[in-house]
């Protein structure tokens, strides 16, 4: 994770983003904490970087890299404002020793990237049609030793695969099939008979934009409804409240890179 110290909404990439809505960074950095704090109070051991002054959107460290088994798929970002974080993320991997693949190709790691450990022995999901590049899938699949599905994201507001989708356990996601091709929601619907569907709302909430241990959901306390309904499937649903980083298009997953050994 990363501080949104320096958090501010100073461009537009993604239709959140308005420049000119007023930023609070000192409250971001109060929910920021509270999201941390509510990790390692799960059990979670949080790693940071260190925040730069001049990379506003730092904080959505989801973006700087994807990693399985223990090996790290770099990120290459689209926008030139953002271009700087990936070394950082480099740097933090690498001092650690873990083993790093530099991308030739424009990905934004996590955003773009989720794993299912044990869907069909482990399985990638990747997005694409505004930020990753479908050739970075290929080439992910070809870094990890790890199928990679394809899927085609069709509406701006869901400009990232991790506002649209997310792994809830092992096996299994919960997705807003709405932003996605109607290819690609066939393609989900066959190989997730049992997953979690959300509706607009919550969507829209940022509710698809949460991080799960396999029991635990932490997710934005705006989506209600889905809550309930990862309750009734048997999960745990933990609210937080992380309206300012809304502001630049993100929540609880964009906060978070997940470190799979
Ligand atoms: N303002 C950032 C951007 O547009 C938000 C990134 C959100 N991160 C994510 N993993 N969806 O790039």
């Known amino acids: 994770m990363c501080s949104p110290e320096h958090f501010?909404?100073?461009?537009?990439?993604n239709p959140?983003?308005?420049?000119?809505?007023?930023?609070?960074?000192e409250l971001a950095v109060k929910q920021w904490d509270r999201l941390r704090e509510t990790l390692v109070g799960l059990g979670h051991e949080v790693h940071q970087l260190t925040p730069e002054p001049g990379l506003p959107d730092m904080v959505f460290a989801a973006n700087g890299a994807f990693v399985v088994d223990g090996t790290v798929y770099g990120a290459q970002f689209k926008h030139e404002q953002r271009t700087a974080e990936a070394?950082?993320?480099?740097a933090f991997y690498e001092a650690q020793g873990w083993r790093f693949i530099a991308p030739t190709v424009t990905n934004e790691g996590e955003g773009d990237f989720a794993y299912l450990p044990e869907a069909h022995g482990g399985l990638i999901l990747a997005g694409y049609g505004f930020r990753t590049d479908p050739a970075a899938h290929a080439e992910a699949q070809e870094a990890l030793g790890r199928p990679v599905v394809s899927l085609r994201l069709v509406d701006?507001?869901?400009?990232?695969?991790?506002?649209?989708?997310?792994?809830?356990?092992?096996?299994?996601?919960?997705?807003?099939p709405g932003a996605f091709s109607v290819a690609s929601q066939k393609v989900l619907a066959q190989l997730f008979p049992d997953a979690v569907v959300a509706d607009d709302?919550?969507?829209?909430?940022?509710?698809?934009n949460l991080v799960s241990d396999g029991r635990n959901v932490v997710l934005n306390s705006e989506a209600t409804r889905l809550a309930g309904k990862l309750k009734a499937a048997g999960y745990q649903p933990v609210p937080v409240e992380l309206a300012e980083l809304k502001k630049g298009g993100g929540s609880v997953k964009c906060c978070i890179a997940e470190l799979r050994h």
Do not use: C, K, Q
């Open 87 to 90: 070394a950082a993320h480099r």
């Open 16 to 25: 959140w983003m308005d420049v000119t809505t007023p930023v609070d960074a």
């Open 201 to 208: 709302e919550d969507a829209l909430a940022f509710g698809l």
């Open 156 to 176: 701006p507001r869901f400009y990232h695969l991790d506002v649209a989708l997310a792994s809830i356990d092992d096996t299994n996601i919960v997705y807003y």
């Open 8 to 13: 501010a909404v100073e461009y537009a990439i």
